[in-house]
Every structure is written in C-alpha cells, then in structure tokens.
C-alpha cells in the first residue's frame, strides 16, 4: 500500500493566546484526493490466486440486483504493467469477483473500477489483505468463510509484523513490536463484531484441516457456529472420523453434536416438547412453589 501524503492539518497546532484564537479563525482542512473510478473491459481483469471462490448462488442474486439497480460499488484492481508499449492494459482483480461475474453474466463489456495502484508496488500479502478486508466487510460471508477469511489475514499479519500474543512486559522492545492484541482490536473495529468473537472465529479457521473445510462447504453445518468450534476442537484424524459420520448418504446427521453421539455409541436426544416440560415441572412443585409460579403469570398478563 502507498502512504497517505503528509498531511499538515492533522499536525498539532501551535498554542494561542486566547485573544489570537478568538480573532483568527482555524483554516478548513483540506479534503483528501479521492481515487477516481474508471471504466475498464472486463477482459482486461485477470482473476488469480484467489482465498474464495466465486459462488453461483451469490452471482445470480447479485446480477438480478444490477439488473434492478445497477452496480453500486466499483471493483477494485491494480494495473499490471508490461515492457511492451503496445501492449494493452492489464489489471489484476483485488476485491469484486462476484460482481465482475455478475456482470460478465448480464453482457457488460466494462465494469466500474478503482485502480488502487502499480502491482508490482504491492506485496502478495497486501494484496491478499484487501481481498479479506473487503470481504469481511460484506455481509454475504457464511460462518466457515468468516473463519477462514480471519485465520488467513491473522497468518499474514503475523508473518509480516512478527505479532505475538501478548511479550514480556519488561522488555523495552515489547512496547513497540506489534501485538495480537493489536488486531483483534483493528479488525473488530472494522468489521463492527466484537473482539471476543474475531479471536474465536480466527481460532476455529487455524484449527479446521484443509480437507475439513472443502467438506464443509454447501453443508448445514458451514453456518453452525457450534458445529465448527467442535469440529475445531479435534485432531486432524478425529475431524475426519466426524465429518464421515455427518454425511454418511445413508445417514445424515443433522448436525456434528448428533454426529458425535452416533460415533459415541449414543443416540441424540429428542427434541424437547417445551408445553410437556412445563406439565412435568408442575407435577413436580409443591404448593408454595405453584403459588408463586400462578403470580408470576399474572404478573405477565399484566405487563
């Protein structure tokens, strides 16, 4: 990523005399250039090495969308650059494949785009960044996919910082080199998710095998947040061992906690009739704790 230019009007200012400040008004700050969309040939955007695939779920309902209101968000892309002048442009995709799918569907020849820069000033992981950053932001992630996403941008920015959980807090040097901490907080402020909830998620796509996600993908239980800190919470051959139960054609379970009972021998339990434990809860009561349960009823009717 290029710096921000210097900017003077977010240095601090030199102190007044309460006279001056009253007399001279604070100049207005200046408004930062913004990036200019462009309109570039889909065929000009080459897709590669991408973290998430395009869903055709997703296309379908985003090109009905764009056939409604059209694309309200550009993509965003870096140019590639050539030795050859007469050479055409060429742009590598950064964030957007589902809406450069989109609209290649529907028969657009150019598509909205922001240039962000030269690819060859950006690393691979800044690039891989943005794609994670972008996607987080939008709503259309399923529970797996968010997991993944985080692990993955926690694997970077370690590599990249050397980030740590925490150091020693005698050591000078650990009030300046980039902690975990850091980032759970940075990204749980842009993703508007509590932090608490990044460094679960991040924990659940570290722990989660390769062959685990691809399985997961299109079932049930990619959504179910439980399911996934179980599955997380196994090795590598137990994962296995749970996923063959879940999807065995010729019994699926239901979800990977049931799935684990069969292994164990155990049947899942019934679904718990809320009314019959009730009626069973009174036949249990004496008579002080019913009195006290008819009150609280009418309590309620009279809220």
Not at 220 to 227: A, M
Not at 274 to 297: E, G, H, I, T, Y
């Amino acid at each position: 990523m290029t710096s921000a230019p210097h900017d003077s009007a977010l240095q601090p200012e030199a102190a007044q005399s309460p006279e001056s400040s009253r007399a001279a008004k604070p100049a207005p700050r200046p408004l930062k250039k913004l990036q200019q969309v462009s309109r570039l040939s889909v065929d000009s955007i080459v897709v590669e090495g991408r973290l998430r695939d395009v869903t055709e779920t997703v296309v379908d309902s985003l090109a009905r969308d764009i056939e409604r209101r059209g694309l309200r968000q550009p993509i965003e892309v870096v140019a590639r650059l050539h030795a050859a002048r007469d050479t055409k442009p060429i742009y590598r995709l950064v964030a957007g494949a589902h809406r450069l799918a989109a609209m290649t569907r529907l028969g657009y020849g150019e598509i909205p785009a922001l240039v962000i820069g030269d690819e060859a000033d950006f690393a691979e992981w800044q690039l891989r960044r943005e794609e994670i950053l972008e996607n987080l932001a939008r709503n259309e992630l399923s529970k797996l996919e968010r997991c993944r996403f985080l692990a993955e941008l926690k694997r970077v920015y370690q590599e990249e910082t050397g980030a740590q959980n925490g150091g020693d807090r005698r050591s000078a040097r650990s009030f300046s080199s980039p902690r975990l901490a850091d980032w759970y907080a940075e990204v749980a402020a842009r993703s508007e998710r509590a932090v608490r909830t990044i460094e679960r998620e991040a924990r659940i796509g570290e722990r989660l095998t390769p062959t685990s996600y691809t399985r997961l993908v299109g079932t049930p239980f990619e959504d179910n947040q439980q399911d996934l800190e179980l599955l997380a919470g196994l090795s590598p051959h137990s994962q296995a061992r749970l996923l063959d139960a879940a999807l065995d054609p010729a019994a699926p379970q239901p979800t990977l906690r049931a799935a684990e009972k069969k292994l164990n021998g155990r049947d899942a339990p019934a679904e718990r009739d809320p009314l019959q434990s009730l009626k069973n809860a009174w036949k249990k009561a004496d008579a002080a704790m019913r009195a006290a349960f008819m009150a609280w009823v009418e309590e309620q009717d009279e809220a």
